[in-house]
């Protein structure tokens, strides 16, 4: 009777270390984790040529408490094309997040919101907000559905004036489409710099 005892105790703890080693190990992978974008730089290059103009913003300790914050605002000349690159970094992981969004481009999508006024191609004040979906946005990429990405964009100055230009990164999962929106999904950035236009 104890050698039965015995047998069945060492049985019932086998299977509770068994099990217990099997939860631990079939744990699954977080997928979609969010990325640390401490680097947002916008560049403008003059159609015509000459130099480009940069604004950025930073976030030097990353996950930290701080936020990212506007470096340099944006100063562009009056009745100007340009096209607009938007590169993301994290440099305290020497990863460049722009192309890892590039290559996500199904789940990613950039919105636009500016002070109406600024520009004279795309006119209007932007894409961002549920109503505003379908408000043109000069995009220059798309993701394999057809759908605008937003790393690439162009854009002509009015005269000149002052105001704000804000630019929301979306991750959208599964749910990007023609219909989805800057409410929809998460929001990797989203930054309004200052704008002049002389």
Same mark, same amino acid.
């Given at each position: 009777m104890k050698k039965m005892n015995y047998l069945l105790g060492l049985g019932l703890l086998l299977g509770i270390t068994t099990l217990a080693g099997c939860t631990d190990n079939e744990a699954?992978? !977080?997928?979609?984790?969010?990325?640390? #974008?401490?680097?947002?730089?916008?560049?403008?290059?003059?159609?015509?040529?000459?130099?480009?103009?940069?604004?950025?913003?930073?976030?030097?300790?990353?996950? &930290?408490?701080?936020?990212?914050?506007?470096?340099? @605002?944006?100063? %562009?000349?009056?009745?100007?094309?340009?096209? %607009?690159?938007?590169?993301?970094?994290?440099? *305290? /992981?020497?990863? =460049? #997040?722009?192309?890892?969004?590039?290559?996500?481009?199904?789940? +990613?999508?950039?919105?636009? /919101?500016?002070?109406?006024?600024?520009?004279?191609?795309?006119? /209007?004040? /932007?894409? !961002?907000?549920?109503?505003?979906?379908? @408000?043109?946005?000069?995009?220059?990429?798309? @993701?394999?559905?057809?759908?605008? %990405?937003?790393?690439?964009?162009?854009?002509?100055?009015?005269?000149?004036?002052? &105001?704000?230009?804000?630019?929301?990164?979306? +991750?959208?999962?599964? #749910?990007?489409?023609?219909? =989805?929106?800057?409410?929809?999904?998460? =929001?990797?950035?989203? *930054?309004?710099?200052? !704008?002049?236009?002389?």
């Amino acid at each position: 009777m104890k050698k039965m005892n015995y047998l069945l105790g060492l049985g019932l703890l086998l299977g509770i270390t068994t099990l217990a080693g099997c939860t631990d190990n079939e744990a699954p992978e !977080i997928e979609n984790e969010e990325e640390i #974008i401490t680097d947002v730089t916008l560049t403008f290059a003059p159609d015509g040529g000459g130099p480009a103009i940069v604004a950025s913003a930073e976030d030097p300790d990353g996950e &930290g408490p701080e936020e990212l914050a506007i470096v340099s @605002d944006i100063v %562009l000349a009056a009745n100007t094309s340009y096209t %607009l690159t938007l590169n993301l970094e994290n440099s *305290i /992981g020497g990863e =460049s #997040i722009a192309e890892e969004v590039e290559e996500e481009a199904d789940e +990613h999508m950039f919105f636009f /919101g500016w002070t109406a006024g600024l520009f004279t191609d795309p006119t /209007g004040d /932007g894409n !961002i907000g549920a109503n505003n979906r379908a @408000d043109p946005v000069n995009y220059e990429d798309v @993701d394999d559905n057809g759908e605008p %990405l937003g790393l690439e964009t162009t854009w002509t100055t009015g005269e000149a004036t002052m &105001g704000t230009f804000r630019v929301i990164l979306k +991750h959208q999962p599964d #749910i990007k489409s023609a219909a =989805s929106t800057s409410n929809d999904g998460e =929001s990797d950035i989203d *930054i309004t710099w200052g !704008i002049t236009i002389n």
